[in-house]
């Protein structure tokens, strides 16, 4: 897209707040720091530090637009918000310990609800590694009760997953201290979230904002960003609390029309314009 049609786009929107800088300014800056203007430039899933993974099928997508692919030595585990995040395996040893102890009041009274009253940890552990289908097929945990299970195993640090869906066990070396762990997260956040401040952290993490270190700096570097597919729940769409100079707020509810969805989009200069499907191996895009 030319400089023009980016300014053409920006007064429409009334992004001339003097000041501060232009919601164009700042999508192209998030896009940037998220590796979308130059892919291939590194460890992607490092830069990220964690790539959300409840949809196991976006994640090679979030990956590959970033010029990254899956490698060995990730795993898929409950974190940020509780949800399903991969990260390397060496940022799991600090990460864990900062998230696991929030969930395990919620994650006991879902099993009690579900008259799970035994702790399965130690014969699920012995089982792995192993696929769900095959931890299903080996204990009697009806319906919801064998992944609440896993959870509970996973919070307290005995088993993670691989990329590939296949439960392992895991022995997590000591935690450092909580405030260097709280440090080491502010920094890798800020590194690769242009903008965000202490409440973007709290937003993304799921913490309280005690927890949440400032920023050094909210400085951000505009520059030329080619277009990009990204996909479904991707971290340019989770990673700050206001998502509107990526998505315009008139084409939010195409993006995130609620139940939990947020769609894979099409992005020109680092801002939405559609929506993207695959079937049958082609792409399908349906512009705004």
Known sequence: MSSAARGDRAAAAGDSSPGAPSPAVVARARARG??????????????????????????????????????EGLLVTWLMRSTLHLVDADDLTWLHP???????????RRLAQLGVTEDHT????????ATRAELAAQFDLPGQALPHTLHRAAIAGRLAMTPDRIYVPLQLSPP???????????????????????????????LPLRDCRPPASTAIEDGPVPDALIPAFDELLL???DRTPTVPPEHAKRVHPGGGILRAVVLE????????????????????
């Open 34 to 71: 998220q590796w979308l203007h130059a892919p291939g430039g590194g460890d992607v899933v490092r830069h990220l530090l964690a790539v959300q993974a409840q949809d196991a099928a976006s994640v090679p997508y979030a990956l590959r637009a970033r010029g990254g692919e899956l490698r």
């Open 98 to 108: 900062l998230f696991a102890p929030r969930m395990v009041t919620t994650n006991a």
């Open 122 to 129: 130690d014969t699920l552990v012995a089982a792995l590694p």
């Open 176 to 206: 450092p201290n909580r405030d260097v762990g709280l440090d080491q997260l502010a920094r890798r956040y800020y590194a690769c979230h242009a903008g965000a401040d202490r409440r973007d952290l709290a937003y993304w993490s799921g």
């Open 239 to 241: 990673g700050w609390r």
């Open 269 to 288: 200069d680092g801002v939405a314009v559609g929506t993207w499907s695959r079937a049958g191996g082609r792409v399908s895009v349906e512009r705004f």
